[in-house]
């Protein structure tokens, strides 16, 4: 990739927050939302267009008008604005209504043709541009979009680290990946890396501990999704948050406090993988009470001990190949099999 200079991240307030709702959905919505939001923490008023959802005939984005809302956005309350783009129309309008920040979403990011087709409708643009990570763990593609945005002459470029798809929802509804969101930086430390809490979490209740996550590691940046009344919100009404609550979050936080970088991240992905043990523990429990049921019903026993045999000698084989001793694997499974039979006699 070309050498890229550091640059328009420097004209905002650091971290810079770029907040508004998921989706435009009337303009009085759009108003008072970029009312509520305080100006001395938000310098971006964003807001969802056109939303690609995963299912059809559910709200799809409200299209050109919301971008005459947006522009009253900019006009009466002095926002910068941004917006979602995901093919050529969609780039012509928002130049069109001179949209300021324009992002790449994580389902474009994964299709080399869809970044292309922006690319070329951006080309030489001066405008801000994001892309966020691709659905899947995959750094080339993140980086190889960039490298299509470049070679079509675009200077001011940021990313975006919205977490990643997975199969299973444990704690995040698109689970952070630090680690190569962190290489990422490495790789290209000019390039200014933002945070998306909002498309990691997928609720409320967990979006400032992310947040304070990326502080320690230093992202420059957040994009959060806000709402006046998030239960009734048309998309995501899950994730978004009153307006207030940005500013009562960072008003509280020390930037100067700086932790040791490198112990906070391995500590982070410690904590992350314990916690993906509780849920794993916690569904493997849920699973033994529905044998127990089944057992029931068919006057089966509780304890089938050539069950367990085979299982503990295929763990402990496992264990094995991958570095932990008999011992270790033999004391854990043996308190996880003694929790599964009381839970499953109390129900037979
Ligand atoms: O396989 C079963 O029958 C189970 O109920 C599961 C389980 C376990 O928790 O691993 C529990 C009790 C049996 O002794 C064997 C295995």
New binding site residues.
Partial sequence: MKKIEPNWINSFKKPLIISGPCSAENENQILEIAKRLDKNYVEIFRAGIWKPRTRPNNFEGIGEIGLKWLNKVKKKKGFLVAIEVANKIHVELALKYDIDIIWIGARSTVNPFTVQEIAESLKDTNKIILVKNPLNPDIDLWIGALERLINKGIKNLGVIHRGFSIYKNLKYRNIPNWKLALKFKKLYPNIPMLCDPSHICGNREGIFEVIKKAIHFNYEGFIIETHCDPDKALSDSYQQILPEKIKEFFSKIDFKKKKNIKLEYKREFINELDENLIYLLSD?MI??EK??II?KINN?L????K??ES?IEKYINLGNRLGLSKKLIKKI?NE??K???NI?NKII
Avoid: D, M, N, T
């Avoid at 509780?302 to 001990?305: A, H, M, Y």
């Fill in positions: 493997r699973l033994s044998i127990a057992k089966l509780v304890f089938q001990p069950r367990w299982l499974f996880i099999h929790e599964s039979i499953q």
